[in-house]
């Protein structure tokens, strides 16, 4: 979801959740996931194998689809959407703590840091609209300081979106006994439709999340086997709804063999980590170049520690500063050298688990780019063809 909003969305419907995404074993070489565009459609893919084709990375695998606008027609800045929280919190008859809600949900779902330290309360409420008769308000709060939420180009972290949905299990909390009265895990198959009622200016609601929000939750049908479907309103401390998700349908997860894992990073290996986008950079000053008269370097070497020096630094800042955990960056140089000089820094920096670096040598032919990914120790060095036609039109080599 977060995909297709950073790209404009200000209404997403028909969203279908096809399958689950099963991260790769920890340590295994990074995955590749995306979203698809195609006029008012979108996908979101993933690469089942880690292989390139011609240099590209394949997104063979539909994950979820859906449709989506960059407006949401009936906003009107003049009347914004208000929902009064005072007087839905005057009817909570029972309530629970955010870490109670978490010790009573199934330990399989294994939320812990950005997930559970958002939620603060859940109450329940009387409503006739929702089955059952009962509703759920809950309080979220983001402190302003959490790493990698705030300023990080988020429209909403994925881990608030999941943290907010995820207050939906409610309905199958026992207030009194704080005990999940439901056997099975679920997961989310469809949604009909997510719609942003903020301002259409706004890029992102990080201002509107640091005071904390308010959601209500209704269930619209229940039954031992299924549909379990219901809507979400999602408003600022003010009362003014920023988004609302309507049909959002779960399923249980379909029971299967117990998996044995028999080494010690199960925890690491099941866990997802969100990487920030931000990549500081600073100013360096290199040696004066030596050019010759075709304009090349005739010397390379002088400058191989300083480049590594910056290249290291760049890492090591990407990692300490911005939150990185993997960094990708492209070798446009046409011969291998910038690569070689490189080569001892990258494998310096993997060996330190500094951050996942991979590396991709550019090339205009599949033959150009192998030869310099064969250079190389490092092994996460990638091969990638460059399309010269969408750098430079009158250019008969790569870019200088």
Same mark, same amino acid.
């Given at each position: ?9 200000? =209404?997403?419907?028909?969203?279908? @959740? ?32 880690? /292989?390139? +084709?011609?240099?590209? @990375? ?10 989506? $606008? $960059?407006?949401?027609? =009936? ?12 007087? %839905?919190? #005057?009817?909570? &008859? ?18 812990? *840091? ?5 939620? !603060? ?43 907010? *949905? ?6 199958? @909390?026992?207030?009194? *006994?704080?005990?999940? +009265?439901?056997?099975? @895990?679920?997961?989310? %198959? ?38 379990? !479907? ?6 600022? $401390? ?32 099941? /866990? ?31 400058? !191989? ?13 990407? &990692?300490?500063?911005?939150?990185? !955990?993997?960094?990708? %960056?492209?070798?446009?140089?046409? $011969?291998? /050298?910038? =690569? ?6 990258? /494998? ?34 990638? #091969? ?17």
């Amino acid at each position: 979801m977060e995909s297709i909003l950073e790209n404009g969305a200000m =209404a997403v419907h028909d969203i279908q @959740i096809h399958k689950p995404l099963v991260l790769i074993p920890h340590g295994a070489d990074p995955g590749h996931a995306g979203c698809v565009i195609n006029g008012n459609n979108w996908e979101f893919r993933a690469s089942t194998t880690n /292989t390139f +084709d011609n240099g590209q @990375i394949n997104l063979d695998s539909v994950y979820a689809s859906g449709t989506w $606008s $960059s407006e949401n027609l =009936a906003y009107d800045e003049n009347n914004p959407l208000m929902f009064d929280v005072e007087s %839905v919190l #005057s009817r909570s &008859q029972a309530s629970i703590t955010g870490d109670e809600f978490y010790d009573a949900i199934p330990s399989a779902y294994q939320y812990q *840091t950005h997930f559970r330290n958002y939620l !603060k309360t859940i109450h329940e409420v009387p409503d006739d609209n929702s089955w059952g008769g009962l509703a759920y308000l809950t309080r979220l709060e983001i402190p302003e300081g959490t790493p990698d939420v705030f300023g990080h180009g988020y429209v909403i972290h994925p881990g608030i979106l999941d943290s907010i *949905t995820q207050c939906g299990l409610a309905m199958l @909390i026992n207030m009194a *006994t704080k005990s999940f +009265d439901f056997p099975g @895990i679920f997961l989310p %198959v469809k949604i009909d439709a997510l719609i942003r009622w903020d301002s259409r200016d706004a890029p992102d609601l990080d201002e509107e999340l640091k005071d904390g929000v308010w959601t209500y939750f209704v269930t619209r049908t229940w039954g031992p086997n299924g549909p379990f !479907k219901s809507d979400y309103i999602i408003a600022n $401390s003010a009362g003014r709804v920023l988004f609302t998700i309507e049909g959002f349908e779960i399923a249980r997860a379909p029971e299967a063999e117990p998996v044995v894992i028999t080494d010690d990073s199960m925890n690491e290996r099941l /866990t997802t980590t969100w990487q920030s986008k931000a990549f500081p950079s600073s100013n360096f000053l290199l040696p004066q170049k030596v050019m010759g008269s075709n304009g090349y370097h005739e010397d390379l070497e002088i400058f !191989k520690p300083s480049l590594c020096e910056v290249f290291e630094t760049l890492l090591s800042d990407a &990692q300490a500063h911005g939150g990185r !955990k993997v960094v990708r %960056v492209v070798d446009l140089d046409p $011969s291998p /050298t910038i =690569a070689k000089m490189l080569d001892s820094s990258m /494998t310096s920096a993997l060996e330190k688990n500094q951050v996942v670096l991979e590396y991709f040598c550019a090339g205009i032919t599949a033959e150009d780019a192998d030869s310099k990914t064969g250079a190389l120790q490092y092994r996460h060095a990638r #091969s990638l063809i460059l399309d010269i036609s969408k750098t430079d039109e009158n250019s008969d080599d790569l870019p200088r």
